[in-house]
């Protein structure tokens, strides 16, 4: 598939595997070298939002995670629902 394929889809509603495929056939594409020069830059463009996508989306999942909290012993007492506000 080639980038200019995947331009119409918009980058926030793609899910992090397809994001982070879709970065490492831009990746790919670059390294061959066989891109023109204003593809180039218009791949790289795309792949930064591309990657910001995927870290977002992994800052997001490591918040929904549950925290465990643990007694004076180090065993775990009882799980409660990650607040980010709580940092």
């Keep these: 598939m080639l980038v200019a394929d995947m331009t ?16 490492e056939i831009i990746v790919r594409g670059m390294e ?17 939002l591309l990657k910001n996508h995927c870290e977002k989306r992994l800052k997001d999942a490591r918040l929904k995670i549950e925290k465990i909290s643990l007694d004076s012993n180090g065993a775990p007492t009882g799980l409660e629902p990650f607040d980010p506000e709580d940092k």
């Design 8 to 23: 119409d889809k918009s980058i926030e509603s793609m899910s992090f595997e397809d994001a982070l495929s879709e970065l």
């Design 32 to 48: 061959s070298g066989t891109t023109k020069l204003d593809d180039s830059i218009a791949s790289y463009e795309r792949g930064v």
